[in-house]
């Protein structure tokens, strides 16, 4: 049996609302409130980040849970550590089911220094089932230039497990991947020399001309000087020359600390997978009305048996049965007037009995018919 649902909606503008507008009511949309933020929160100093790391490793005291002998290079990698060892072993005669092969990745954080402990992540990459009471083995964990910048070792913590064999298991959480805290020793300096620096780039989280002037405004008022200049939508740049004999440091202490005032883009997320839609405030909706109804297509097929005459030469032979069954519920409408808030539109779907996954296609009707005054982003 398949169940085919066709969701029909149907979207008209009023264009003499939009052309002459209602009466007593304008066509023009208040703006977004200004929100204050700190420059912390919302800003980043360009070339302080964090940098990914990843290496290969090998997972060892698991109970019977680890890879099997078909995982070749599980098999390989454990006869290496052996002859690393002293231990002379073929790699095709090795039956273990204790260890597995995993991927060890971490990210190493701004100014860390040889000796900084960071927390590493742990995946299987064979067919373990479970890397419960597995110790990782002394793994290199490089950069994206090949050089080693951390080790890692140590027991592996786990936020579920499975339990039982063939058909009857239980199973809670993922126990293919877990985590090792402070797992990683930090081997090689790679952060940069704040003292060298004649400039400060600092990067908006989100682009905004406005936000990025704002933050400039406000740096500069701090300091009484023109120090701070909006490069682009993103980018602000400040001269450190011209502040004297301050310490970066103390610089970028006293910068992080301003406030200045932004305002909001209207945007609407939705996530057509899991029918998730989240929605600003500040999204305005033009004058629209809305039809809505359902269209469901219900297709059953059975299978029955033809059985040919006692004594007969003829066979047994399966024939499918196809019925096609359609069902259409009425439209619904709901009526929008310009300049209609979130809540206006939700409250009119949910009147009407809409789900999560059809005000997903209403709103992608309304963004492209150009009554949602709002970025609309499907993830």
Known sequence: MAMIHKPQFILFVLLSFLVSGAPGRGTETSPSPA?????ADVMTVEGVRDNPLIGYGFTVGLNGTGDRQQTIFAMQTLANILRRMGVQV???VILARNVASVFVTANLPPFARPGTRVDVNVSSTGDAKSLEGGTLLLTPLYGPDGQVYAVSQGPIVLGGYTGGVRGNSVQVNHPTAGRIPAGAVVERDCSIDLSQMKRLSLLLREADFGGAENAAAA???????????????R??????????NHAVPEVLARIESLSFTVHPRAKVVVNERTGTVVMGRDVSLGTAAILHGNLAIEITTVYEASQPA???????????????QTKESPAHRVDLHEGATVEDLVNGLQAIGATARDVIAILEALKADGALQAELEVI
Do not use: W
């Not at 929100?35 to 420059?39: D, L």
């Not at 740096?219 to 939508?233: E, L, P, Q």
């Not at 980018?235 to 004297?244: F, H, M, P, S």
């Open 35 to 39: 929100r204050t933020v700190r420059i």
């Open 90 to 92: 073929p790699g095709n």
């Open 310 to 324: 006692p004594y007969s030469k003829g066979q047994t032979v399966v024939l499918p049965q196809t019925t096609v």
């Open 235 to 244: 980018r602000v740049e400040v001269q450190l020359a011209a502040l004297g």
């Open 219 to 233: 740096i500069n008022r701090d300091f009484a000087a023109n120090v701070a200049t909006a490069i682009d939508s």
